[in-house]
């Protein structure tokens, strides 16, 4: 999982706190304090994290809270979870995992090939991101190795190269 954006503003702060009491695990997490001083505060900048250290331990612990959070579940759900707080945060899946999420699939991410060669289909990656003014698409299987090497190779053959 990818913890995101540590917080900033006064409202993530409290987001963060409200998040460790629904879990029951505002009391495990010792630098609380500072997430309630991020919150009471109105937040922090980032340009002052290299000059005060009250400001740096602040955002030390909003992120320290990220991290946590995260080590008490499943990277899904706290995807899912820091997204509905409106935290930015991401999850980072394997391949195939990428390829069974429902939210790929929704949005039509995998795509299958047909391979004569196998007589099946095969499951692709498809488009990175949705864009309607110039759609995406794929026009055949991956080629396998050394296919097109006369094509790509032989103006370098003929000159010697």
Same mark, same amino acid.
């Given at each position: 999982?990818?913890?995101?954006v540590?917080?900033r ?6 987001t963060?706190?409200? $998040? ?5 695990a505002?009391?495990? #997490? ?5 997430l309630?001083m991020?919150?009471d ?10 000059? @005060? ?10 992120r320290?809270?990220?991290? #946590? ?7 899904a759900? #706290?995807?899912?979870?820091g ?7 991401g ?7 990428v390829?069974? @999420? ?9 795509t ?7 007589g099946?289909?095969?499951l692709?990656?498809?488009?990175p991101?949705?864009?309607d003014?110039?759609? $995406?698409?794929?026009?055949?299987r991956?080629?396998?190795l050394?296919?097109?090497d ?10 010697g190269?």
């Amino acid at each position: 999982m990818h913890t995101g954006v540590p917080p900033r503003s006064a409202k993530e702060y409290a987001t963060l706190l409200t $998040w460790l009491h629904d879990l029951g695990a505002y009391e495990a #997490f010792p630098e609380a304090v500072f997430l309630e001083m991020g919150r009471d505060r109105g937040g922090i900048r980032l340009a002052d994290i290299a000059t @005060d250290v009250e400001t740096r331990e602040i955002f030390r612990a909003g992120r320290d809270a990220l991290v #946590f959070i995260a080590s008490r579940m499943r990277a899904a759900d #706290f995807f899912v979870e820091g997204q509905r707080r409106g935290l930015a945060v991401g999850v980072l899946n394997a391949p195939e995992d990428v390829m069974e @999420d429902p939210h790929f699939i929704a949005r039509g991410f995998p795509t299958r090939v047909h391979h004569d060669d196998l007589g099946r289909d095969v499951l692709y990656p498809g488009a990175p991101f949705l864009n309607d003014g110039s759609p $995406w698409r794929i026009r055949s299987r991956a080629p396998r190795l050394g296919e097109h090497d006369g094509e790509v190779l032989g103006p370098l053959r003929a000159s010697g190269e």
